[in-house]
């Protein structure tokens, strides 16, 4: 990580460091693993290396159908430049299957299709436990606008227009994925990663599932998973 600057930040699977400009930093993708909250932590082997090489991927196609991102370059194996942006703390979660806590929250059958697809915000507070809330709560909390909310939405709409119909053509199944968006010169643009972290991916042939999940629930062959779909999304 040479010419790079202080760390500025680490989370549970990356660290940001200070880049050559102010409106920019460098994210450095980890192999650390945590699940529930972080009460489950492990490692899975080149984690990082596949996340980032995923990310770019998938940052490029969506700037190239107009949804602004954070992304400007993969630097290395695990590196990644992009505009620094001020992250709007709400996680947003696309559903197009039934799948994980909205199976438990609702009572719905695991793998029934959600058409259209639904929208979720989560509170990005780790004492919390990122709970789920809807626009009063964010409002309440002053969070976010109610126009912040809805540009949320739209966004969160369109980048699942472009990824769902990407990795079908993949021979994988979009089930769910989380989203983070921050603030670029006064604009909302996408942010943090798109990788088999944030995403639940089934595999369109078998139903096995190609993403943490496999670590969430000790089901092995968590490095193989990972290495398929980075062949697949960058093969």
């Known amino acids: 990580m040479d010419g790079i600057g202080p760390m500025?930040?680490?989370?549970?699977?990356?660290?940001?460091?200070?880049?050559?400009?102010?409106?920019q930093v460098v994210q450095y993708f980890k192999d650390d693993a945590t699940a529930f909250n972080a009460e489950k932590r492990g490692t899975i082997v080149n984690k990082g290396v596949v996340n980032n090489k995923v990310s770019e991927r998938l940052f490029k196609l969506l700037e190239e159908r107009g949804v602004l991102t954070h992304f400007l370059e993969r630097l290395s194996d695990r590196e990644m430049l992009t505009k620094k942006v001020t992250i709007?703390?709400?996680?947003?979660?696309?559903?197009n299957v039934v799948?994980?806590?909205l199976a438990k929250r609702l009572g719905l059958q695991v793998g029934d299709a959600i058409e259209p697809a639904i929208v979720e915000f989560y509170?990005?507070?780790?004492?919390?436990?990122?709970?789920?809330?809807?626009?009063?709560?964010?409002?309440?909390?002053?969070?976010?606008?109610?126009?912040?909310?809805r540009e949320l939405r739209e966004l969160?709409?369109?980048?699942?227009?472009?990824?769902?119909?990407?990795?079908?053509?993949?021979?994988?199944?979009l089930v769910d994925f989380k989203l983070e968006f921050g603030v670029y010169h006064n604009k909302l643009i996408l942010a943090d990663e798109i990788s088999p972290d944030t995403c639940r991916l089934w595999d369109m042939a078998t139903g096995e599932s190609m993403d943490k999940d496999r670590f969430r629930k000790?089901?092995?062959?968590?490095?193989?998973?990972?290495?398929?779909?980075?062949?697949?999304?960058?093969?």
């Open 88 to 95: 709007v703390p709400v996680e947003v979660v696309v559903r």
């Open 99 to 101: 799948a994980g806590s």
């Open 156 to 173: 969160a709409h369109r980048v699942n227009t472009v990824l769902k119909p990407f990795f079908a053509e993949r021979k994988m199944q």
């Open 8 to 23: 500025l930040y680490e989370g549970k699977a990356k660290k940001i460091f200070a880049a050559g400009r102010s409106d």
């Open 218 to 235: 000790d089901m092995g062959k968590i490095e193989e998973a990972y290495q398929e779909v980075l062949k697949r999304v960058c093969g």
């Open 123 to 149: 509170y990005k507070n780790d004492a919390l436990g990122d709970p789920l809330v809807n626009d009063d709560h964010l409002r309440l909390m002053n969070v976010a606008t109610p126009a912040v909310l």
